[in-house]
């Protein structure tokens, strides 16, 4: 079972909608949780970082924890097509990050 | 500030063949990491270093070896390709427990 799961998508929303990524993970130890944007060919680029249960916005982008669920998402409002990229969950599990496999997000205009 | 540089950006490989990836970061953190992605498996951690002077296995350390050269410098070393080893290799470096910052890569092809 993999420690961090995401869906793979594509997920595909029109401009100017709100995008829905969400992760799931098994360590319940768990206290640290990120979430990058990956463009094609680039490296991971970190957009959010939570560390404790509720939201955290921060300009369109708002993450969600709930550690009780071990569920985190990720909502983007009025989605443009420069955010059109691969999402990564990432969690710290002990002093090690361990990443899902990434959704694709693809924004149509 | 560079933030987390590596070298090469590319390197194409014969099997059997030695190489070392150079990774240096310029914001004072402790650990750092290496990475390699590949198609559908996501980022998996090859080795990090807590500090330096330490270095510990990830999820897929064989084939590998690291070197922490000073706080700045993480190496990673290749001693005899593998085709199996084509990827994309990412460093990385962080304060413990928190946001991991990323180089830009090197896309390593054994032939």
């Known amino acids: 079972q993999k420690e961090v799961e995401q869906n793979s998508g594509p997920l595909s929303v029109p401009e100017g909608a709100i995008a829905s990524l969400n992760c799931t993970y098994s360590?319940?130890?768990?206290?640290?949780f990120f979430w990058y944007r990956q463009y094609s060919g680039k490296s991971p680029e970190l957009i959010m970082s939570?560390?404790?249960?509720g939201d955290k916005e921060d300009g369109r982008f708002t993450a969600q924890l709930n550690k009780a669920s071990q569920y985190v998402s990720l909502l983007i409002r009025d989605s443009q097509p420069s955010d059109s990229a691969t999402y990564l969950c990432?969690?710290?599990?002990?002093?090690?990050?361990?990443f899902g496999a990434g959704t694709i997000l693809r924004v149509k205009s | 500030n560079a933030g987390v540089t590596q070298t090469p950006k590319f390197q194409v490989l014969k099997t059997g063949q030695s190489m070392t990836l150079q990774c240096a970061q310029d914001?004072?953190?402790?650990?750092m990491y290496w990475y390699r992605q590949d198609p559908g498996m996501g980022l998996r951690l090859i080795y990090y270093?807590?500090?330096?002077?330490?270095?510990d296995k990830g999820e897929v350390p064989n084939g590998y070896n690291v070197s922490r050269l000073n706080k700045r410098e993480f190496s990673l070393r290749l001693e005899s390709a593998a085709p199996s080893q084509t990827s994309v290799y990412f460093c990385?470096?962080?304060?413990?427990?928190?946001?991991?910052?990323f180089g830009p890569g090197t896309r390593l092809t054994v032939t």
């Open positions: 939570i560390y404790s249960n």
């Open positions: 914001m004072n953190h402790n650990s």
């Open positions: 270093s807590a500090s330096e002077g330490t270095t």
């Open positions: 360590d319940r130890g768990s206290q640290s």
């Open positions: 990385a470096s962080s304060e413990a427990g928190y946001e991991q910052y």
């Open positions: 990432a969690v710290m599990g002990g002093n090690k990050l361990v």
